[in-house]
């Protein structure tokens, strides 16, 4: 008989919501996947910038806190997960922006198993976000580019939530809090939700 297809679970939030550190942990504790998919655009930017004029442009997009075209980024994703289709489950963190990609994520991929929102106050996403930019540098972890990336987030985040919500897919956790406090409660979540 055929393996079921791997569980998917998204991971949304605004930037610095803490998408990547919860992602990995969850990829560590089930033994699924981890798929990041800024860091996928972040690589691709940089390995292709200069020889690419796609890749310049995306690059642009990206390092002033935009979003990369829809298309590439799916493509991108596809191209991702086709090269790991034996797991149990995957968890991709920061996909999608709005409900163009949702949307877009069905069509071409699957629909998901789970949806996990970190909500998390303005205040908590800019102060994370300094204390990052100081430690490791990040082409848009720049001031600049921390306004449109909260600003993107604010504006995409409420239709997105709703068009989730109304599938039943989303669950909504409060992500001020410490990291194993948040981990505590997706863990709960995927337990029940997922086997
Ligand atoms: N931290 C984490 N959790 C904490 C907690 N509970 N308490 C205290 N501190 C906590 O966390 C951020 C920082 O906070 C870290 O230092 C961490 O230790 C600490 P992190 O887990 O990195 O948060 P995350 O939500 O992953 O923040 P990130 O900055 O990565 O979010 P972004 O959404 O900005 O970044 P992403 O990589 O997803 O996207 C980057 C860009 O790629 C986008 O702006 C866009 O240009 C492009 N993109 C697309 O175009 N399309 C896509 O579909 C996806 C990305
Ligand atoms: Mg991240």
């Known amino acids: 008989p055929s393996r079921p297809r791997p569980k998917v679970i998204l991971i949304i939030g605004g930037p610095g919501s803490g998408k990547g550190t919860q992602s990995l942990k969850i990829a560590e504790r089930y033994g699924f996947e981890y798929v990041s998919v800024g860091e996928l655009l972040r690589k691709k930017m940089i390995h292709n910038a200069t020889s690419n004029r796609k890749w310049s442009l995306i690059a642009k997009i990206i390092t002033n806190g935009e979003l990369a075209p829809q298309e590439t980024t799916i493509t991108e994703i596809k191209q991702k997960i086709m090269k790991i289709p034996d797991a149990n489950g995957i968890v ?85 809090r410490d990291e194993e406090e948040v981990f505590y409660d997706i863990s709960m979540t995927v337990d029940n939700k997922l086997f």
């Open 92 to 176: 991709i963190d920061g996909f999608p922006r709005d409900v163009g990609q949702a949307l877009s994520f069905e069509d071409q991929i699957c629909t998901p198993d789970l949806v996990v929102f970190l909500a998390c106050s303005n205040q908590r996403l800019k102060e994370r976000l300094e204390k990052r930019a100081e430690q490791q540098g990040r082409p848009d972890d720049n001031p600049k580019a921390t306004e449109r990336r909260l600003a993107n987030f604010k504006q995409n985040a409420v239709p997105l939530v709703k068009y989730f919500q109304e599938k039943g897919l989303i669950v909504t956790l409060d992500a001020d």
